[in-house]
């Protein structure tokens, strides 16, 4: 069973405690080489001009895929608020395929809309309308149209 975005952790909702953690991280990963040092070779002074360079590399390079990391959360919590708002049940008329509006009445016409206006509405997807093998020998019958019947 997939988790829905209510059972996500607060802090991948919060942009700011995410860019936080991932600042001090890529200020955390810019320092290992120089921590490693101090501790190995205490005789390296801390701000040699070799720590300052590999540091202010490995801080770039954090930065950069901290900043693709938020892009792609920020993605998935878009994908994750698309999916909870299509996994709810749709009322869906047997015959004619048309959606009840969510907390309309089912006696009023208005109440009713064409399935590809809904998912449009939903999910900003465009409908280019065709027609199917199966039905193009159902409707026009008088071109010969046959399709395994």
Not at 59 to 74: E, G, H, K
Not at 113 to 127: L, P, R, V
Not at 132 to 143: D, G, L, N, T, V
């Amino acid at each position: 069973m997939s988790k829905t975005s209510e059972e996500v952790p607060v802090v991948l909702k919060s942009t700011t405690a995410q860019a936080g953690v991932l600042i001090a991280l890529a200020a955390l990963l810019g320092n290992v080489n120089a921590i490693v040092d101090s501790i190995l070779h205490p005789e390296i002074p801390y701000f040699d001009p070799e720590h300052l360079v590999v540091g202010g590399a490995t801080a770039l390079v954090a930065t950069a895929l901290s900043i693709l990391l938020l892009l792609y959360l920020r993605r998935l919590r878009m994908a994750t608020a698309t999916i909870d708002r299509l996994v709810a049940l749709l009322p869906i008329c047997a015959h004619c395929k048309r959606i009840r509006k969510a907390g309309a009445d089912p006696n009023a016409e208005e109440s009713w809309q064409a399935i590809e206006s809904y998912i449009t509405e939903k999910t900003g997807t465009e409908f280019s309308h065709g027609i199917c093998p199966r039905c193009s020998a159902e409707i026009f019958p008088e071109h010969g149209h046959d399709h395994g019947r």
